[in-house]
């Protein structure tokens, strides 16, 4: 899986992506990190969000940023694995 960033400047160990390139992947799942700085709020305010397939067809998931990106303890991780494995299976 690519971590993926949208920020206005580059998060590092990430791939910042533009507005550009995600609406040209259009992506039909969108895994969305809460961030400690509230990052994927601000990409819920532009103009290209709402036209994304994933969006449209409520398949945007948000985790928080304990447990799947930063380990913080044992508990987050076990409900990012869990929720995770839910979204599997309801997809698959």
Request: aromatic share 10%; with cysteine; glycine share 4%.
């Amino acid at each position: 899986m690519w971590r993926l960033s949208y920020r206005a400047k580059p998060f590092e160990g990430y791939i910042t992506l533009s507005p550009e390139k995600i609406s040209k992947a259009d992506p039909e799942r969108i895994i969305l990190i809460d961030t400690p700085d509230g990052a994927s709020e601000t990409l819920k305010t532009e103009d290209f969000w709402e036209k994304l397939s994933a969006v449209k067809q409520n398949q945007v998931h948000n985790f928080d940023y304990y447990g799947l990106i930063n380990p913080g303890s044992i508990a987050s991780i076990e409900t990012a694995c869990q929720k995770l494995k839910n979204l599997l299976t309801d997809q698959s």
